[in-house]
C-alpha cells in the first residue's frame, strides 16, 4: 500500500507564495493536489503524471507549479501570487494506473492527509 505524507501549507498574505511537498512510499502513475474550501466540493488543482506531462485547472495556470522528483517519489506544488480563492485544505492524491478520464476528474486511490493554506 502506498502511503502519501504532505508538508508545507501556511499562512500568507495576498501575493505570497507556498511551497507543499507530498513524499510517496512507493511508485505512482499519476499525482496531484486537491483542494476544499469551507462550504465547497474539493477540486482538482494540478496534476502530473509518470512522465511529467502537467495538468491545471484555469484558476491557477500561470501561478501555480506543479513536478514531481520520480527519484525520491516526491511530488511538489509551488504556489506563487496566492489570492485569498486559493484558501483551502490542499490533499495529495496518486494512483498506481493510467485513466481513460482526464487527469483532474479521475479516480485516485491514495489521498493525503491533508494540509491547510491560508490566504489573507
Known amino acids: 500500500h502506498v502511503q502519501l505524507v504532505e508538508s508545507g501549507g501556511g499562512s500568507v498574505q495576498t501575493g505570497g507564495s507556498l511551497r507543499l511537498s507530498c513524499k510517496a512510499s512507493g511508485f505512482t502513475y499519476c499525482m496531484g493536489w486537491f483542494r476544499q474550501a469551507p462550504g465547497k466540493a474539493r477540486e482538482g488543482v494540478a496534476t502530473i503524471d509518470s512522465e511529467n506531462s502537467p495538468t491545471y485547472t484555469g484558476s491557477v495556470k500561470g501561478r501555480f507549479t506543479i513536478s514531481r522528483d520520480n527519484n525520491t517519489n516526491t511530488l511538489y506544488l509551488q504556489m506563487d501570487r496566492l489570492i485569498p480563492g486559493d484558501t483551502g485544505v490542499y490533499y495529495c492524491?496518486?494512483?498506481?494506473?493510467?485513466?481513460?478520464?482526464?487527469?483532474?476528474?479521475?479516480?485516485?486511490?491514495?489521498w493525503g492527509q491533508g494540509t491547510q493554506v491560508t490566504v489573507s
Open positions: 492524491a496518486a494512483d498506481m494506473r493510467p485513466s481513460m478520464l482526464p487527469p483532474l476528474v479521475r479516480a485516485y486511490s491514495v
